[in-house]
């Protein structure tokens, strides 16, 4: 058994992979950000930091006051970083610039689940990071990559533990934070069990969803009655870190699938701030992700605010999911 060890994420991990030291310090400035922001999630009504910012985002959605504060201690952190040429965040409305000799782009979900915030469930940033392939001036195409070209993803999760889970393509890592703001190494090589038990995804939305997704969740309500021939859990926590942070550690299948309210749009979760980061580090960890047509991380991207539909975790589901959609 992997036995935690008393080296940090600053030092060895990152020359155990020969990162280069552009890369090293863009992912330095975006876990020291995140060790900022987990300070003051911690705190809460202590800081002052608890309800609604009374602004909304790019998207409609009205902001929480960790929502704003979370995004610009993203922001200043990342500009001040040379190695990285520009950002994009789920709350701005276009890409920032950072340096214009960086190597890096750094897409994020500055605060995922922040509807939890005030009653004090999991929440927590998701991370994605790019490489610059353009020698020009930064614009919009640079970040429109699809997800096969991370080099790096992650989440930081701000739970009983505040913990990063990281991959930069070969395998999924995990690190706790200690009592020195130090992210020590305690999880190596997550591994997904092909097969589950388990399924998150919000029943509220059923009476909105296309047929086959009814036909498949009603498969499992059937239990070891029905053609799937076993019982299945559902749980539902409302933010995707530590939805996905449950399957990784466990196993599991969780859907934000498409839904007829709003027919303009493919699904309600950001390709290039949740969708794409989260399925790296699903596949990294042995699992599939789809949009219930194509692999995410194969998904053309034609804007930064794009949204898809998303099934991600134990193979065996995906795949279940994805031949009732192709019928």
């Given at each position: 058994m992997f036995q935690t060890t008393?080296?940090?994420?600053?030092?060895?991990?990152?020359?155990?992979h020969n990162l280069s030291d552009n890369l090293q310090s863009?992912?330095?400035a975006i876990v020291n950000a995140c060790?900022?922001?987990?300070?003051?999630?911690?705190?809460?009504?202590?800081?002052?930091?608890?309800?609604?910012?009374?602004s909304?985002?790019?998207?409609?959605?009205?902001?929480?006051?960790?929502?704003?504060?979370?995004?610009?201690?993203?922001?200043?952190?990342?500009?001040?970083?040379?190695?990285v040429a520009g950002l994009a965040s789920e709350e701005e409305d276009s890409f920032v610039e950072a340096n214009e000799?960086?190597?890096?782009?750094?897409?994020?979900?500055?605060?995922?689940?922040?509807?939890?915030?005030?009653?004090?469930?999991?929440?927590?940033?998701?991370?994605?990071v790019l490489k610059k392939n353009?020698?020009?001036?930064?614009?919009?195409?640079?970040?429109?990559?699809?997800?096969?070209e991370q080099v790096a993803a992650?989440?930081?999760?701000?739970?009983?533990?505040?913990?990063?889970?990281?991959?930069?393509?070969?395998?999924?890592?995990?690190?706790?934070?200690?009592?020195?703001?130090?992210?020590i190494l305690t999880k190596q090589n997550f591994s997904l069990p092909e097969s589950t038990a388990e399924f998150a995804i919000n029943m509220s939305n059923q009476r909105h969803w296309e047929s086959p997704m009814q036909t498949y969740i009603a498969e499992l309500l059937a239990g070891k009655d029905g053609v799937r021939g076993k019982n299945y859990n559902?749980?539902?926590?409302?933010?995707?870190?530590?939805?996905?942070?449950?399957i990784l550690t466990r196993g599991g299948i969780f859907m934000y699938p498409f839904d007829k309210r709003d027919p303009n749009k493919p699904g309600k979760l950001r390709l290039m701030y949740e969708a794409n980061p989260m399925s790296m580090l699903i596949e990294q960890a042995g699992g599939s992700s789809i949009n219930a047509i194509q692999n995410i991380l194969d998904i053309e991207p034609t804007g930064l605010h794009q949204r898809v539909a998303v099934i991600l975790g134990a193979k065996e589901e995906v795949k279940h999911v994805l031949s009732l959609h192709q019928k």
């Amino acid at each position: 058994m992997f036995q935690t060890t008393s080296y940090n994420f600053f030092n060895q991990y990152f020359q155990k992979h020969n990162l280069s030291d552009n890369l090293q310090s863009t992912l330095n400035a975006i876990v020291n950000a995140c060790i900022d922001i987990s300070a003051k999630v911690r705190l809460g009504a202590l800081a002052g930091v608890l309800g609604e910012a009374g602004s909304g985002n790019i998207q409609g959605e009205n902001q929480k006051k960790l929502d704003v504060i979370a995004n610009q201690i993203l922001i200043d952190a990342l500009q001040k970083t040379p190695a990285v040429a520009g950002l994009a965040s789920e709350e701005e409305d276009s890409f920032v610039e950072a340096n214009e000799n960086g190597e890096y782009l750094v897409l994020f979900d500055p605060l995922d689940g922040s509807s939890n915030i005030d009653v004090n469930i999991s929440v927590g940033t998701i991370f994605s990071v790019l490489k610059k392939n353009s020698s020009t001036k930064l614009c919009l195409q640079d970040f429109l990559q699809k997800g096969r070209e991370q080099v790096a993803a992650g989440y930081v999760l701000y739970g009983v533990q505040t913990q990063l889970v990281l991959s930069l393509g070969d395998g999924v890592f995990g690190f706790t934070l200690n009592d020195n703001n130090q992210f020590i190494l305690t999880k190596q090589n997550f591994s997904l069990p092909e097969s589950t038990a388990e399924f998150a995804i919000n029943m509220s939305n059923q009476r909105h969803w296309e047929s086959p997704m009814q036909t498949y969740i009603a498969e499992l309500l059937a239990g070891k009655d029905g053609v799937r021939g076993k019982n299945y859990n559902m749980r539902w926590v409302a933010s995707m870190v530590a939805e996905v942070h449950r399957i990784l550690t466990r196993g599991g299948i969780f859907m934000y699938p498409f839904d007829k309210r709003d027919p303009n749009k493919p699904g309600k979760l950001r390709l290039m701030y949740e969708a794409n980061p989260m399925s790296m580090l699903i596949e990294q960890a042995g699992g599939s992700s789809i949009n219930a047509i194509q692999n995410i991380l194969d998904i053309e991207p034609t804007g930064l605010h794009q949204r898809v539909a998303v099934i991600l975790g134990a193979k065996e589901e995906v795949k279940h999911v994805l031949s009732l959609h192709q019928k």
